[in-house]
C-alpha cells in the first residue's frame, strides 16, 4: 500500500507571518524544501550530539537529501508591504569608545543602517511537505519525527513553528488544506532551493567553517576567514495546481551580419512573422517529429485548421516591439515562438532548427541582408511579455472576432468571445480603448482623418474587423504567466499583451 511521509511546519504566532528570504535576497514563498531540511538539520544537531548524531539521525537525513523535491502545501499567504527598520551595525564599539574620551556628540543613530523588512501575510498556520514512499513504509519515520518536533523557527527567529512527521494516505493528504505547489519542468515557475546527494555533507563543512573563521597564527595576532556560501542544492522550480499552464516559448534576437540589432518598423511587423512562419515550415519539413499527424506540418507548423475542426493547435509567430521606457525605439529587434501549453518538446525541437539560421525576404519586406536568428534566454525585453502578471495590456491591437457597429455591448460581447477563442478562461476584468498604454505604439485605428492608413498592417482577411487596445485585471490578484496574445491576429504577432506593474 502506497502512503506519503508529511513533514508538517504549524506558525506558532496568532497572525501567522514569514519572513524568508530566497538566496537572491527577494522574499520567498513558500518556504523551500532547502529550508526546511537545513532546519531539520540544525534541531537533529541540538538533540543527537556526535556519535549518537550519526547512529540516529544522519541515516534519516540522508534518505531526505536524496529523494525527489517534495510537493509543498502551504497556506495562502499575501504579500504585504515592506516597511524599514534601523538596527545596529557593527561599528557600535567606535561609539563607546568616543563617549569614553568625552565626545558625547557621536550618537547611536550614525551606527544604523536601513534594513528593508518584507513579510508575507498566511491565512493558515501550516506548511506540509509531502513525499511518496512507494511501499507504504518509512523505517527512519521516528527519528525524522524526534527531529521534526525539534524545530523551532523557520526563515527568522521570529518565525517560530512546531514541527512533526507522520504517515498519510493519498486521500489524507488531498484533504489538508491549504494550496498545492508541485514540481514543474516550466522554466517560467517559481525557483525553489531542495537539498541534493551532499547538501548535508555541506552544511557539516560550513558549520565547521563558521565555527573557525577567527584564526590566531603563533605571534597572538587574529585573522578573519570568511564562511563560504552553500552551493550543493539544486533550484526545482515550482507551480500551483490552480494556476494556468504556462505557453512554452522560444526568443531570438535579430542580428546583422556585423552583430549589432536588426531593427524592422513596427508597423509591418506581421512581415517578420511571416518570414518566421515560411523559415519554420522549411525546418520542420524534411525530418517532421515522429508521432505527429501527416498534415501536422500544414495545420501546427503553418497554422492552417482542419475543415470542421473544434480545437487548432498551432506555433505563433511574435515579433516584439521594444518596450520598457517612455524614450524606448519601437522597432522590431527580437521574435518569439509560442506553442501550446505542454507542447515544449515540439518547441525545443523548432527552436533547435531555427538556431543561427537567416530569415529569407519576401516581395514585400525587400531586404537586401536579412536578419540572423540567435536564440536568448534572458531577455529583459522579452520578459515583459512572459513574466507572471496579474494585469496586462496589449502592446499591438487584438483584432476582435468581428465587427462592433461602434456599439459598446457588442464590443464587450466580441472581446468575451476573443479571449475564450484564446484560451483565456481566469476570471478577469478588462477595459479597452483605440490608444494604447505604451508610449510611441500605434492606435488601433486603421485610417486617420483624412482617410490615409495609418497604425498597424493586417493580414487581408483581417481587414473588416474592429481592433481595441485591451487591458486585463485577473481577479483575486491572479499571476498568470505569458506569453499572452489574444484576438484574430493572435498568431502573427497582432493582440500581443505585456505585464504592467499596477
Known sequence: MSGLLCLTLRFLDPVPQFHGQGADGQPEWPPSPLRYFQAVVSAAASRWRNSQFQESALPALQWLESIQPAVVTPPVAVRCL????????????????????????????????????????LYGDAVYYLFPLPEGVFPHLEVLRTAARAVTHLGWGIDMVAGDASILSEQEAAELPGERWVPTSDPGGTPLRAPIVGTLDALTSRHQAFLTRIQRDESGKESFHPVPPLTAFRVTHYRRTTDPLPRPFAVFELRNDDETFFTYPQNRLIHIAGMLRHL??????????????????????????????????????????????????????RV????????????????RRLEGRQLQPTAQTNLSHPPTLVR???????????????????????????????????TRALIEKALTQSGVDQPCSFE?????????????????????????????????????????????????????????????GLGLLASVLE
Open 82 to 121: 515592506g516597511y524599514p527598520m534601523y538596527v545596529p551595525n557593527n561599528s557600535g564599539d567606535l561609539m563607546t569608545a568616543a563617549w569614553a574620551r568625552g565626545d558625547i556628540g557621536m550618537g547611536v543613530e550614525k551606527f544604523r543602517v536601513e534594513k528593508l523588512v518584507r513579510t508575507r501575510h
Open 280 to 333: 519554420a515550415i522549411q525546418a520542420m519539413r524534411l525530418t517532421p517529429p515522429s508521432g505527429v499527424d501527416d498534415d501536422w506540418l500544414e495545420t501546427y507548423v503553418a497554422g492552417h485548421a482542419r475543415p470542421g475542426a473544434r480545437e487548432h493547435r498551432q506555433f505563433s509567430y511574435l515579433p516584439l516591439p521594444s518596450i520598457g521606457h517612455a524614450h524606448t525605439d519601437p522597432s522590431v529587434r
Open 336 to 351: 518569439m515562438i509560442a506553442g501550446p501549453p505542454g507542447d515544449g518538446a515540439l518547441l525545443r525541437q523548432l527552436a
Open 376 to 410: 536568448v534566454h534572458n531577455d529583459n525585453i522579452a520578459r515583459f511579455y512572459t513574466q507572471p502578471a496579474n494585469a496586462w495590456t496589449s502592446v499591438t491591437p487584438v483584432i476582435l472576432p468581428g465587427h462592433d457597429d461602434h456599439k459598446p455591448e457588442k
Open 432 to 492: 479597452w480603448s483605440p490608444f494604447p498604454h505604451f508610449p510611441k505604439m500605434l492606435s488601433a485605428h486603421k485610417y486617420d482623418r483624412n482617410k490615409q492608413p495609418i497604425g498597424y498592417i493586417r493580414p487581408d482577411h483581417l481587414l473588416s474587423q474592429t481592433a481595441v487596445h485591451l487591458t486585463l485585471r485577473f481577479n483575486d490578484g491572479l499571476m498568470v504567466p505569458g506569453p499572452l496574445a489574444i484576438g484574430s491576429g493572435r498568431h502573427c
